[in-house]
């Protein structure tokens, strides 16, 4: 570290010279108290936005580019969203000079597309049948990246439910009504010869531990959850009768979305929050302990079985590059209830330019995988 030289009013003319100089030695703005944190481990190399000064001419520093504030959000507590949360807990978001103090979480389905629409959110990381709703409906929001292209959950159920017949007629717990909570039950029940809303019925609890709550309140009979609540409620005696996750059902699952505005307008923005993501889902697939202590910061579960398992479960199945996976989404759209689904085409709901200004950049082929 560089050892600052004392100021003295000696060699000043004037107020003017010795008010610039004793501005040069302040050692920065004024307000500000905190500095960048260090680079954790794993992080890109220098370089990347806001990751590092440039020496101005006659050997100064200049001080590094201002932060640009974003709004990230997330849609759901379970561990699909880990690579966002590690974006913000490790540092990446400003390492790519973006100004993220904190994360909220917002409601999928209406919820998420009035805060998008309204420029209340930037960036979200969500499933994808919401931001494709969104496009159907003329509100022009789009996925612009994806961190998974399968469904990963599972339904379990009460103890009394031993067979897949037993099922019939009765009703499973999902977090909300067309989240992927949701889809990915209906998906495994069709697969297994029961039809949705007919044979067995789906009922919005307001979110998994809701969903799990209901369970063993009896006001369900099952429930669709991802890990590691599924390990949760198998502790609790609640035995997995759909694996979901074994049946490898491609989907655009654990998706990057804003609108068509942000990206048009502040297409800097979106890629810098791509990278920070990128570097998220990167650093979860290579060190193991620093994810699991992520996930049970923003899950509330302190298993350690549980979180490690929950990391070896996707550890194989997080993708590091997030160019969104059109055949993934053109399975939701396959499944998607509004008519206009029927005529659009999976390009209508992606934006590829912030992708595929990422690949060209380089970035992606630094990090570790």
């Not at 570097?279 to 992520?294: C, E, I, L, M």
């Not at 490690?308 to 996707?314: I, K, P």
């Not at 199945?317 to 008519?339: C, G, M, R, S, T």
């Not at 934006?351 to 990090?367: I, K, M, N, T, V």
Request: glycine content about 10%; hydrophobic content about 45%.
């Amino acid at each position: 570290m560089r050892t600052q030289e004392p100021c003295t009013g000696r060699h000043a003319i004037g107020v003017v010279l010795a008010g610039l100089l004793l501005l040069a030695c302040s050692g920065g703005s004024a307000g500000s108290s905190s500095s960048a944190p260090a680079p954790p481990p794993g992080s890109a190399p220098s370089g990347a936005a806001g990751g590092s000064s440039s020496a101005a001419p006659g050997g100064s520093t200049s001080a590094p580019p201002a932060l640009e504030p974003a709004h990230v959000a997330y849609t759901t507590i379970a561990a699909v969203q880990a690579p966002f949360w590690i974006a913000l807990e490790a540092g990446y978001f400003r390492e790519q000079g973006l100004d993220v103090p904190a994360m909220e979480r917002i409601e999928p389905g209406a919820t998420l597309l009035a805060a998008l629409h309204n420029g209340d959110v930037d960036v979200v990381a969500a499933g994808g049948p919401s931001l494709m709703l969104g496009t159907l409906q003329g509100l022009e929001t789009l996925i612009v990246g994806s961190q998974m292209n399968v469904l990963e959950s599972a339904i379990v159920v009460r103890p009394e439910i031993r067979s897949i017949e037993d099922l019939r007629g009765k009703t499973v717990g999902v977090s909300r009504l067309k989240a992927i909570s949701d889809v990915g039950a209906r998906l495994g029940l069709e697969r297994m010869g029961l039809k949705p809303d007919v044979d067995v019925f789906t009922r919005g609890t307001g979110g998994i531990a809701e969903s799990l709550a209901a369970l063993e309140q009896g006001a369900v009979e099952g429930a669709s959850v991802a890990v590691p609540a599924l390990f949760t409620a198998q502790k609790r005696g609640y035995p997995v009768l759909i694996d979901i996750s074994g049946m490898k059902i491609p989907f655009a699952n654990a998706t990057i979305g804003t609108t068509r505005a942000t990206v048009d307008q502040r297409l800097p923005i979106v890629e810098r929050a791509l990278r920070a993501v990128s570097q998220g889902a990167s650093r979860f697939k290579t060190d193991g302990a620093f994810a699991a202590q992520v996930v049970a910061k923003y899950t509330q579960i302190e298993d350690p079985e549980a979180l490690r398992g929950t990391v070896e479960v996707y550890q194989p199945i997080f993708v590091v590059d997030p160019y969104p996976d059109l055949p993934a989404v053109q399975a939701a759209l396959d499944v998607e209830e509004n008519p206009a689904a029927r005529t659009a085409k999976p390009e209508d709901m992606v934006d590829l330019r912030p992708a595929e200004r990422l690949r060209q950049s380089g970035f992606l082929d630094r990090l570790p995988k």
